[in-house]
């Protein structure tokens, strides 16, 4: 039996795989890509929510946001430590999405004009990420799923974070109440399309599955998210902002209209409406953190160093 059956048998049989595994150098650059992609979208992804860190309407929300948008950059280290064990570097990670060469969820790329935006970020954009993350807690290799178990309790809370805060502008007044209409009416499509492109027309998302690393294709979990969400925009009160949903009785699921597609790819590509922002914003704090990284390098060079 060749290494890569042996690789095949023992992944099929549910088995874990360690860094120091023999794994195809395909499902290596797989994982890396995902890991890494999915850590970049954590670091970017504090950016709209950062943006209300001084304006949230109370202390009580403040504290709130403050300590999700922490855990957001707790979650990137988790993420990119995983790819490091893969044989990358952080630096080489974020140099490539600096430089545009790596991608993060095109999600993130969007603004965020009111309070209830940030209430549709944690319902709709941390549900959706849920949806996503929670089969990766068996994800096949190792290092990425136990990271993905903290990070997916903590998500949890988020998304509950968020639907509080609808919750409560659609209890308010009748602004309020539109104020979290239009922050859904942004927000729907966008959160369709993090699950990624339908399955026909999703390159990699076939072999990942056979690899174990994803546990469910795109359209499934597009399917899952929209079954739960619906149900939760009826509580609030809020029509969902798709003239073709509506419920098949034989089949026990909503159905609904299709993403924009073109859309999609051209957020992806960088042309979205904070694409350059959100990088701008990154390649700045990196650049201002640099005397930080080099001051802890040296000192613990300094520490390393023999004694004379």
């Known amino acids: 039996m060749t ?61 709130i946001l403050l300590a999700k948008v922490q855990d957001e950059a707790g979650h990137g280290l988790y993420l990119y430590a995983a790819a490091e064990t893969l044989g990358t570097s952080r630096d080489q990670m974020v140099d490539d999405l600096i430089a545009g060469k790596a991608k993060y969820s095109s999600i993130f790329n969007y603004p965020t004009p009111t309070w209830a935006d940030i209430g549709a970020i944690g319902w709709l954009v941390d549900g959706a990420a849920i949806m996503n993350q929670v089969p990766l807690c068996r994800c096949s290799y190792g290092p990425y799923a136990r990271a993905m178990k903290r990070i997916c309790k903590e998500e949890s809370f988020h998304q509950r974070q968020g639907y509080d805060i609808l919750v409560s502008l659609c209890r308010g007044s009748d602004r309020q109440k ?115 990284l080099d001051a802890a390098s040296a000192h613990a060079a300094k520490r390393r160093r023999p004694a004379a």
Not at 38 to 61: D, F, K, V, Y
Not at 264 to 281: K, S, T, W
């Open 178 to 292: 539109q104020m979290a209409q239009d922050a859904l009416d942004r927000w729907w499509w966008p959160s369709l399309m993090m699950f990624g492109p339908n399955d026909d027309a999703s390159p990699n998302s076939a072999q990942s599955m056979k690899w174990r690393i994803k546990r469910f294709s795109n359209d499934e979990l597009r399917q899952r998210f929209v079954d739960a969400t619906v149900p939760q925009a009826h509580f609030l009160g809020l029509r969902i902002p798709d003239d073709e949903l509506r419920y098949d009785d034989t089949a026990g699921h909503w159905r609904f209209g299709e993403p924009d597609w073109e859309e999609f790819h051209r957020v992806l590509a960088g042309d979205g409406p904070m694409n350059a922002h959100r990088i701008e914003h990154r390649r700045r704090a990196r650049d201002d953190g640099q005397w930080v």
């Open 3 to 63: 290494d890569a059956e042996r690789f095949d048998a023992h992944v099929a049989a549910e088995g874990k795989v360690e860094p120091k595994d023999w794994m195809p150098d395909a499902y290596r650059k797989t994982l890396v890509r995902q890991i890494s992609q999915h850590a970049h979208s954590e670091i970017i992804g504090m950016q709209p929510e950062g943006n209300w860190l001084t304006r949230a309407p109370s202390l009580r929300r403040k504290a």
